[in-house]
């Protein structure tokens, strides 16, 4: 089944860690996001990806970094600089590449992030 | 700065009864506007797509109207179900520079039995 996996479900860091977000696709898309939901509230989009070997910073971005260096994947890091990290990280992908953005976007399961 | 903006507050209805979900927003000029269904502690699933030069589109109990002038979104669910109870977000996109969706907060519908 084609799809977005978002691995752990559930992940605790501790005060100055820094911890590893995995997302991947085997969906063909070009272009992959991350976003950030906090209780009650909308998605913000952290970083995303419009092609391999790129990516720009969303709204929210400090405190997170991430690499593309393969079309199915696409990785966040929440770095010890993201003060208040707890959250539901959401991974999407969209099908239209650089030159299109009229698709609707794929999105993974999550992962809730406690920091400890 | 761009602002989406949609009712906060739960929408309770009864099970048969239309659903209409609103989403405004300023400082923004999409060329298209998606809306999405999500279910507690899950990821949010597309539903419907509109165009800026699309009044109106439907598919099945769906229909969402685009209205660029008022700025604003209208989602109906016709003959609502229990199993329609989820959060609506409405997202905006641009056919330019970056084309990321950009989310409302989301409305819970709340469909009685």
């Known amino acids: 089944d084609g799809g977005i996996t978002q691995s752990p479900k559930y992940l605790f860091r501790k005060e100055g860690q820094n911890v590893t977000l995995s997302c991947e696709q085997n969906?063909?898309?070009?272009?992959m996001y991350w976003y950030r939901q906090d209780p009650g509230q909308g998605l913000r989009l952290i970083y995303y990806?419009?092609?391999?070997?790129?990516?720009q910073k969303g709204d929210i971005a400090e405190g997170y970094s991430v690499s593309r260096e393969k079309k199915e994947s696409f990785p966040l890091t929440v770095t010890s600089a993201q003060k208040n990290p707890t959250a539901f990280y959401l991974c999407?992908?969209?099908?239209?590449?650089?030159?299109?953005?009229?698709?609707?976007?794929?999105f993974g399961q999550g992962t809730r992030l406690t920091v400890v | 700065s761009q602002k989406i903006e949609q009712n906060s507050e739960a929408l309770n209805i009864q099970e048969g009864k239309t659903a209409t979900l609103t989403c405004n927003y300023t400082?923004?000029?999409?060329?298209?506007l998606q809306w999405y269904r999500q279910d507690p502690g899950r990821g949010p699933v597309f539903l419907l797509l509109i165009r800026e030069n699309e009044k109106e589109k439907r598919k099945e109990r769906l229909k969402v109207t685009f209205d660029t002038t008022l700025k604003q979104s209208l989602f109906h669910i016709t003959a609502s179900q229990p199993a329609d109870s989820a959060t609506y977000l409405c997202a905006l996109q641009k056919d330019t520079g970056r084309r990321a969706l950009t989310f409302g907060s989301g409305t819970r519908l709340q469909v009685q039995p």
């Open positions: 990806s419009q092609i391999v070997n790129d990516f």
């Open positions: 400082n923004y000029s999409p060329a298209y």
């Open positions: 969906l063909n898309h070009d272009a």
């Open positions: 999407a992908s969209t099908g239209g590449g650089a030159s299109l953005g009229n698709t609707e976007a794929f």
